[in-house]
């Protein structure tokens, strides 16, 4: 089984050692993801607007890999606030609605910078 690793212009993937996203097969395994820019600025001042940066800088890792949100088999969402769920479950069901990946929700100690959450993704297709 070949395997395809893809990386983002974040630098903190190739200062601690790791990849964005490996595909393996027909899947495909994204690292939690922040919605921070390049220059590790947090984007969005709630929920739906940091899971939505986030969405947005993971559509073309999975362009990039073959793949697409609908091809979602699972997620992991990392929380610091869970009164913020609602509002990001909106941009979610947008997003994985289709999908309807199982998912896991975390509530997590806060970071420091201001960041809401981190989503973590696995996706399969044929």
């Known amino acids: 089984m070949a395997i395809k690793k893809i990386n983002s212009s974040l630098p903190m993937e190739k200062q601690i050692g790791y990849s964005r996203a490996i595909v393996a097969g027909n899947f495909l395994f994204v690292s939690a993801t922040a919605p921070v820019d390049d220059n590790m600025n947090v984007i969005g001042k709630d929920g739906k607007e940091q899971l939505a940066y986030v969405v947005e800088k993971l559509t073309p890792i999975l362009e990039e890999a073959g793949f697409t949100f609908d091809d979602t088999i699972a997620v992991k969402l ?30 997590v100690t806060p970071w420091p910078n201001g960041m809401l959450l981190e989503l973590e993704l696995t996706a399969y297709h044929e």
Do not use: C, N, R
């Open 78 to 107: 990392y929380q610091v606030d869970l009164p913020q769920t609602p509002s990001a479950y909106e941009t979610f069901a947008k997003v994985f609605g289709k999908a309807a990946p199982v998912i896991a929700v975390a509530h």
